[in-house]
């Protein structure tokens, strides 16, 4: 079964409020969820290896830590993941980044996946899809098992809110897949939308409604 990481730390729980208020500008949106996005790479990353390398300062030798591999690829779901991906490249520039584009189906909200786009080597790297929301699970599910198909297999799932049910769909489709979520919400409501949630991060992200 995989880990779920629920991020606590006060900067991202007063960042996400902020977030969840109808009122937040999609300017003030999009630059909390970078801030976020940031603060969350430090958890997500906790337990990524060092080696040690020999490195001379102006005063001398010495041995110190480096990643133990820098082939490190971020994947948004479009299209809210992309909201996550700067804040992450600050921390990570040396980091690809592959696309993979899922919408849900308005009525059946089932996901439909329209493009897909990664990094040359990409089944070599260790690798952080993202997306803000984990509602029915469906996208999350899909985008994990389009990677795995293509040799992927070390994923980790990093995700601003979740529901119960997503949890648990991703944990019975990819119990090898850690998530890191700042807050795991009450549940979904008729349009499967997350409750109390913050609405369409999508559409909160970019303008569209
Ligand atoms: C949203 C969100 C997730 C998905 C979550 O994307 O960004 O990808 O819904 O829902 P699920 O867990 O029930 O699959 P959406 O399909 O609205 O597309 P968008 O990002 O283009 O707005
Ligand atoms: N997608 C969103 O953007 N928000 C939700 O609450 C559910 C799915």
Redesign the pocket.
Same mark, same amino acid.
């Given at each position: 079964m995989s880990e779920v990481h629920v991020l606590t730390h006060p900067l991202i729980q007063d960042k996400l409020t902020r977030m969840r208020r109808v009122q937040t500008s999609s300017k003030d949106f999009r630059q909390l969820l970078k801030e976020i996005s940031l603060l969350m790479g430090y958890e997500v990353t906790r337990d990524f290896e060092t080696t040690s390398t020999t490195v001379t300062t102006p005063i001398c030798e010495g041995t110190f830590p480096k990643l133990e591999k820098d082939f490190i690829t971020i994947v948004p779901? %479009?299209?809210? +993941?992309v909201g996550m991906v700067d804040g992450l490249l600050e921390l990570m520039p040396f980091a690809s980044v592959g696309h993979i584009g899922?919408?849900?189906d308005e009525e059946t909200?089932l996901?439909m996946e329209y493009y897909c786009k990664m990094p040359e080597g990409v089944e070599d790297s260790t690798i952080i899809v993202v997306?803000?929301? %984990?509602?029915? +699970?469906?996208?999350?599910v899909d985008a994990v098992g389009s990677l795995k198909a293509r040799g992927c297999t070390n994923i980790r799932f990093m995700n601003l809110v979740a529901a119960p049910e997503?949890i648990k769909a991703m944990q019975d489709a990819h119990p090898d897949v850690d998530i890191y979520v700042a807050a795991i919400d009450e549940g979904l409501n008729e349009q499967?939308y997350i409750v109390p949630g913050l609405g369409?991060?999508?559409?909160r992200i970019f303008r569209t409604k």
């Open positions: 779901i %479009l299209r809210a +993941g899922m919408y849900r909200h996901p997306d803000p929301m %984990l509602a029915t +699970g469906g996208s999350a997503g499967a369409d991060a999508g559409d």
